[in-house]
């Protein structure tokens, strides 16, 4: 029992030791807190002023980089305006040159196009009077192609004629002789008369002196003649051949020869002589007959070609009449066609003038309607050139207003809108952060902690070992209600100090707003 009192006693001296410790540790700690409790208060005070302070030098700062970017915008927009500006008066200089070089393009068109119509009014007046020259040519023309067609025809009517009356002629004009001649000319040397050369004054008293001879065909050997004469036996031409007997002369010395009055050819001497060595010439028919009665073997020839013989007398023989109209009728054919053809000389003059002057006239006529055509091209062109520059024109001068509005615009904007924003508010100073007071409070802080776990720990071996003693157990709940009760008030003074701080918070936020705005 004593041993049990003795233990009993032994733990109620310790326990009382632990409740004098507890004491102690719980008023240190109450002190703490409440040391702590003051602390936090004037920290919060601090802290409180500091994010105020923070706060206004934040929105010092917001407000001078709000002026800041709103003079930069300013400043962007202003050097942006003034380029727009240049850029727009540059354009509003091009536009007007341009539009003064449109204008005095349709200027110069239109004087150009009054040009043109002036020019196409002149070849109009020019082309009236060659038109109708053009008009009385071709009809000249058509009378005189009609009429050198009429005289064409004409020439060829006479031509004709002229054609028959030659081919009369030329047969009433040859011989019998001659045809053969022509037609067998091959051995024989040529036609008697042909071969004698007489005087003209003598040809008559030739002709009537050979007589039948005189259209005869001469051969130099009788084997040609009677060859020829065996190809056509028929015609009735005379076939002479020059004789090898000699020349004879004549015998009257005292008359007038007529061989020796003509000079034949060498070939037909002998052939000549024999048929002239008798045959003399006499002033007229009576002569003749005097003298034939005088020289009976002799023959006497008037100039008019009458032949007096012994035994016969041959007056002159006349013309043939038949050839003599011919030749009459192709005098008048030739007349006629002279005329004619100077006729067709003199209209193929006049058509080649008429064609030359018609050729002109068309010529000068084209070239005006060319001029024309190529002046009214060149008006359809310029009017179609005008019509676009003019609308181009109207077009630059829209442009023009616009750009001259959008210039006295960006003028405007910049002259009035553009001014100076409010000068930057001053910066408050930097707060000072209560780096003393944090360190403090979190110095009381800790040094709470370690008595909390002190006091925690000494009630715990206070109620393990007054687990037993109910005087303990009740003075230990009545202790942890007061703990309770001012962890309560604590908990409420918390809470009123937040509020506070919330409504300054509040306050501080509507004092920023305000300044912003």
Same mark, same amino acid.
């Given at each position: 029992?004593?041993?049990?009192?003795?233990?009993?006693?032994?733990?109620?001296?310790?326990?009382?030791?632990?409740?004098?410790?507890?004491?102690?540790?719980?008023?240190?700690?109450?002190?703490?807190?409440?040391?702590?409790?003051?602390?936090?208060?004037?920290?919060?005070?601090?802290?409180?002023?500091?994010?105020?302070?923070?706060?206004?030098?934040?929105?010092?700062?917001?407000?001078?980089?709000?002026?800041?970017?709103?003079?930069?915008?300013?400043?962007?927009?202003?050097?942006?305006?003034?380029?727009?500006?240049?850029?727009?008066?540059?354009?509003?200089?091009?536009?007007?040159?341009?539009?003064?070089?449109?204008?005095?393009?349709?200027?110069?068109?239109?004087?150009?196009?009054?040009?043109?119509?002036?020019?196409?009014?002149?070849?109009?007046?020019?082309?009236?009077?060659?038109?109708?020259?053009?008009?009385?040519?071709?009809?000249?023309?058509?009378?005189?192609?009609?009429?050198?067609?009429?005289?064409?025809?004409?020439?060829?009517?006479?031509?004709?004629?002229?054609?028959?009356?030659?081919?009369?002629?030329?047969?009433?004009?040859?011989?019998?002789?001659?045809?053969?001649?022509?037609?067998?000319?091959?051995?024989?040397?040529?036609?008697?008369?042909?071969?004698?050369?007489?005087?003209?004054?003598?040809?008559?008293?030739?002709?009537?002196?050979?007589?039948?001879?005189?259209?005869? +065909?001469?051969?130099?050997?009788?084997?040609?003649?009677?060859?020829?004469?065996?190809?056509?036996?028929?015609?009735? +031409?005379?076939?002479?051949?020059?004789?090898?007997?000699?020349?004879?002369?004549?015998?009257? &010395?005292?008359?007038?020869?007529?061989?020796?009055?003509?000079?034949?050819?060498?070939?037909?001497?002998?052939?000549?002589?024999?048929?002239?060595?008798?045959?003399?010439?006499?002033?007229?028919?009576?002569?003749?007959?005097?003298?034939?009665?005088?020289?009976?073997?002799?023959?006497?020839?008037?100039?008019?070609?009458?032949?007096?013989?012994?035994?016969?007398?041959?007056?002159?023989? &006349?013309?043939?009449?038949?050839?003599?109209?011919?030749?009459?009728?192709?005098?008048?054919?030739?007349?006629?066609?002279?005329?004619?053809?100077?006729?067709?000389?003199?209209?193929?003059?006049?058509?080649?003038?008429?064609?030359?002057?018609?050729?002109?006239?068309?010529?000068?006529?084209?070239?005006?309607?060319?001029?024309?055509?190529?002046?009214?091209?060149?008006?359809?062109?310029?009017?179609?050139?005008?019509?676009?520059?003019?609308?181009?024109?109207?077009?630059?001068?829209?442009?023009?207003?616009?750009?001259?509005?959008?210039?006295?615009?960006?003028?405007?904007?910049?002259?009035?809108?553009?001014?100076? +924003?409010?000068?930057?508010?001053?910066?408050?100073?930097?707060?000072?952060?209560?780096?003393?007071?944090?360190?403090?409070?979190?110095?009381?802080?800790?040094?709470?902690?370690?008595?909390?776990?002190?006091?925690?720990?000494?009630?715990?071996?206070?109620?393990?070992?007054?687990?037993?003693?109910?005087?303990?157990?009740?003075?230990?709940?009545?202790?942890?209600?007061?703990?309770?009760?001012?962890?309560?008030?604590?908990?409420?003074?918390?809470?009123?100090?937040?509020?506070?701080?919330?409504?300054?918070?509040?306050?501080?936020?509507?004092?920023?707003?305000?300044?912003?705005?």
């Amino acid at each position: 029992m004593r041993e049990r009192l003795a233990a009993t006693a032994g733990r109620s001296g310790r326990l009382f030791a632990l409740q004098d410790e507890l004491g102690r540790t719980e008023a240190a700690l109450s002190s703490v807190m409440a040391t702590m409790r003051q602390q936090e208060a004037q920290l919060e005070a601090a802290e409180r002023d500091f994010s105020s302070g923070e706060a206004a030098r934040r929105d010092a700062e917001e407000e001078r980089r709000r002026i800041a970017e709103i003079r930069a915008a300013n400043k962007a927009e202003s050097d942006a305006l003034r380029r727009t500006l240049v850029a727009h008066e540059t354009e509003q200089a091009r536009l007007e040159a341009t539009l003064r070089d449109l204008r005095m393009r349709v200027g110069g068109i239109g004087t150009r196009s009054a040009e043109l119509e002036t020019e196409v009014e002149r070849l109009d007046a020019f082309e009236t009077p060659l038109a109708a020259e053009q008009d009385a040519l071709t009809r000249e023309l058509a009378h005189v192609s009609e009429r050198l067609a009429d005289l064409e025809g004409e020439e060829k009517g006479i031509l004709a004629r002229q054609e028959v009356v030659e081919a009369r002629r030329a047969e009433l004009s040859e011989s019998a002789g001659a045809s053969f001649l022509r037609r067998r000319g091959g051995r024989a040397i040529g036609l008697l008369r042909d071969l004698i050369a007489v005087p003209p004054e003598l040809s008559a008293s030739l002709r009537a002196a050979l007589g039948p001879f005189h259209d005869a +065909v001469v051969y130099l050997t009788r084997e040609d003649a009677l060859g020829d004469a065996t190809a056509e036996p028929r015609g009735g +031409v005379t076939l002479a051949v020059e004789g090898d007997s000699g020349e004879p002369a004549p015998s009257l &010395d005292t008359e007038r020869s007529l061989l020796r009055a003509v000079r034949p050819d060498r070939r037909v001497r002998g052939l000549a002589a024999a048929l002239l060595s008798e045959i003399y010439l006499a002033n007229s028919l009576a002569d003749a007959e005097a003298k034939s009665r005088a020289h009976p073997p002799a023959q006497f020839v008037t100039p008019d070609g009458a032949l007096v013989g012994a035994s016969f007398l041959r007056t002159a023989a &006349d013309p043939d009449r038949r050839l003599d109209e011919v030749r009459r009728l192709s005098a008048a054919v030739d007349r006629d066609l002279a005329a004619l053809r100077r006729g067709l000389r003199e209209g193929r003059a006049r058509l080649a003038e008429l064609t030359e002057r018609h050729a002109d006239v068309t010529q000068r006529l084209e070239e005006a309607d060319g001029s024309i055509t190529i002046a009214a091209e060149e008006m359809a062109r310029l009017q179609a050139e005008r019509a676009m520059l003019s609308r181009e024109a109207e077009i630059v001068s829209e442009r023009l207003s616009a750009v001259e509005a959008a210039t006295a615009a960006a003028r405007q904007r910049l002259n009035s809108e553009l001014g100076d +924003v409010a000068e930057l508010p001053p910066l408050p100073a930097a707060p000072e952060a209560p780096i003393a007071l944090r360190v403090e409070v979190e110095a009381l802080r800790r040094e709470r902690s370690r008595l909390e776990a002190g006091v925690e720990a000494a009630r715990g071996q206070v109620q393990s070992m007054a687990a037993d003693d109910p005087i303990a157990l009740r003075q230990a709940l009545h202790d942890s209600e007061a703990e309770r009760s001012r962890e309560e008030q604590e908990i409420a003074r918390a809470e009123e100090t937040l509020a506070r701080a919330r409504s300054s918070y509040g306050a501080a936020t509507d004092r920023a707003r305000a300044v912003r705005s």
